[in-house]
């Protein structure tokens, strides 16, 4: 069954040059439960394509559904409910919050989609000993290795047990040894059930995916 269905889908964007074509006509799908790695050169639209499979952009022409519902032209209001309820976000930069202990940024999206207090730190703490960080709950980020602070927003992008799990360049500002224990994560979120799509220019981290697509110049071209 599909999660995920773009259907000759654009993105346009207008400057000063003239128009830009992010995305031009792309056709594809994903099934419930794969590890999908989208792979293409820095501009090719590799980000440009997960803000719509995110739903943080619509597209110019085209039709997106996720989860049977069509996400081409919603507005905002809903957009921000199906990514609280269906979609975990893991970035390259780890958006933690300095201030914040490991579990207190794991715990504030929870506090936004309305858990109480006691199930908001029931999931946190359970999300960090999912990614292996239970001796690192109170250390803020920068008492954090890289390796650490991306496991951190792992765990917060999976405590509430969403079904689709959006990584963009995971591993790009880690070590070999770091990026490898990210990847070995991924690899359980995926086979515990997740749907896992893999935005990367890295085709040794592309090849550890079920299926690859490639986009260059906007275009899925595999």
Same mark, same amino acid.
């Given at each position: 069954m599909e999660l995920i269905s773009l259907r000759h889908v654009s993105k346009r964007y207008r400057t000063e040059a003239g128009e830009v074509r992010a995305l031009d006509d792309v056709t594809?799908?994903?099934?419930?439960g794969e590890f999908v790695a989208v792979i293409g050169r820095s501009g090719s639209g590799k980000s440009t394509l997960m803000n719509i499979l995110g739903?943080? #952009?619509i597209p110019s022409s085209g039709q997106y559904h996720l989860a049977g519902r069509n996400m081409s032209h919603c507005a905002e209001s809903l957009r921000a409910q199906v990514r609280g309820r269906q979609i975990g976000f893991v970035f390259q930069g780890f958006h933690l919050i300095p201030s914040l202990t490991a579990?207190?940024?794991v715990e504030?999206?929870?506090?936004?989609?309305?858990?109480?207090?006691?199930e908001r730190r029931v999931r946190a703490t359970e999300s960090l000993l999912r990614v292996g960080l239970s001796q690192r709950m109170t250390h803020r980020p920068s008492e954090l290795s890289g390796g650490q602070q991306q496991r951190v927003a792992i765990a917060r992008a999976i405590a509430a047990t969403p079904p689709l799990v959006l990584t963009d360049e995971p591993t790009g500002n880690l070590d070999s040894t770091s990026g490898d224990e990210v990847m070995d994560i991924l690899h359980t979120l995926h086979s515990e059930?997740? &749907?896992?799509?893999? !935005? &990367?220019? #890295?085709? =040794? !981290? =592309?090849d550890t995916a079920e299926?690859? !697509?490639c986009i260059q110049d906007g275009r899925v071209i595999v």
């Open positions: 594809l799908s994903v099934k419930r739903c943080l #952009d579990l207190e940024n504030l999206p929870l506090l936004y989609r309305g858990f109480s207090r006691e059930g997740k &749907t896992v799509v893999l !935005i &990367t220019h #890295d085709r =040794a !981290i =592309a299926r690859q !697509i």
